[in-house]
């Protein structure tokens, strides 16, 4: 792997078929890699079995280079890769603990962040009895392990943002291993961005608060921190993402049914910063019902 050239990754989780919302980022992805200078490889990130199904990883490279873009790196599936992020999980092993707790045990707390309620616990209290756990980062632990190295605060760099301090401590004790499957999406996509070589991150926003994690977790396994680069979302009425109306049908499906791609594209044909990002010209250039109940959520 040649670790001199720039590069960044299209990444997407196969829970369903890719939509309009991943064309839209695929073209940024592509358009901003091109004004940059950035080789763009694709990763699958199929690490939840519960919710990826094979015929939707079968479909992404077909439905990519319906898009134009082609993998010339080989494609990395990160199920294949549950050893590397075991390694990872040993290596954090000073700062997890396992967490049994049901949705039930925790439905009395209102807050998003973890109560603790498995904080005291260690591996020496799993038994081949015990139920299901997850592990858990101890987070006020991690912080003072970092301080004590005089490697706090982190920062990160983020395209519109600037430098950003990271936060870590408002996830509180994330989950880094699942009880379903032993690793979870920040570990893995953290622990993959740099064996990889990834130096330039583009996703959507909605992902921007997890970068807070993120730089923390590349801190404590010593790698690389990626620059940053989030863009907005393409949202539909009633609904965050895209759920429910013509444009989260598959791609596939809406191009069978007349949609052309050309004008799509051509919107980014111009793109040069993320500051430029045409979501208004995207939604324009769909046709009215596909596009009625569409809006660009930008987030703050
Ligand atoms: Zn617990």
């Not at 134009?68 to 890769?81: E, L, M, V």
């Not at 209102?110 to 592990?135: Q, W």
């Not at 430098?163 to 880094?176: K, Q, R, W």
């Not at 923390?216 to 759920?243: F, V, W």
Request: glycine share 4%; net charge negative.
């Amino acid at each position: 792997m040649n670790t001199q050239q720039h590069r960044t990754r299209i990444a997407p989780s196969p829970t369903g078929y890719l939509h309009l919302g991943h064309a839209y980022s695929v073209w940024l992805t592509q358009a901003l890699a091109k004004a940059m200078g950035l080789e763009v490889i694709l990763r699958i990130e199929n690490i939840d079995h519960t919710r990826c199904k094979p015929e939707y990883v079968a479909a992404i490279p077909e439905d990519l280079a319906t898009l134009g873009f082609t993998s010339t790196d080989p494609i990395w599936h990160q199920a294949d890769r549950f050893e590397v992020y075991q390694d990872a999980l040993h290596q954090l092993s000073d700062f997890l603990y396992p967490c049994t707790c049901t949705r039930a045990d925790l439905q009395d707390y209102t807050s998003d962040v973890y109560p603790g309620l498995c904080r005291h616990k260690t591996m020496a209290d799993i038994t081949p009895d015990s139920p299901p756990y997850a592990l858990r980062l101890n987070m006020a632990k991690a912080i003072q392990h970092l301080k004590e190295k005089g490697q706090w605060p982190l920062t990160f760099h983020d395209a519109k943002k600037g430098e950003v301090t990271a936060e870590p401590e408002m996830h509180g004790d994330v989950v880094l291993a699942r009880k379903e499957f032993k690793t979870s999406y920040h570990l893995s996509v953290v622990v993959d961005d740099a064996a990889q070589n990834i130096t330039h991150i583009i996703r959507g926003a909605d992902l921007y608060d997890m970068t807070h994690i993120h730089r923390l977790l590349q801190a404590l396994l010593d790698l690389p921190t990626p620059q940053y680069i989030h863009h907005g979302l393409i949202a539909e009425d009633g609904n965050e993402k895209l759920s429910k109306s013509k444009a989260s049908m598959p791609l596939h499906t809406l191009i069978q049914n007349g949609l052309d791609l050309a004008p799509l594209k051509a919107v980014f044909d111009d793109v040069q910063k993320i500051q430029n990002e045409p979501a208004e010209a995207f939604l324009k250039a769909l046709p009215t019902e596909i596009a009625a109940p569409l809006y660009f959520k930008e987030f703050a």
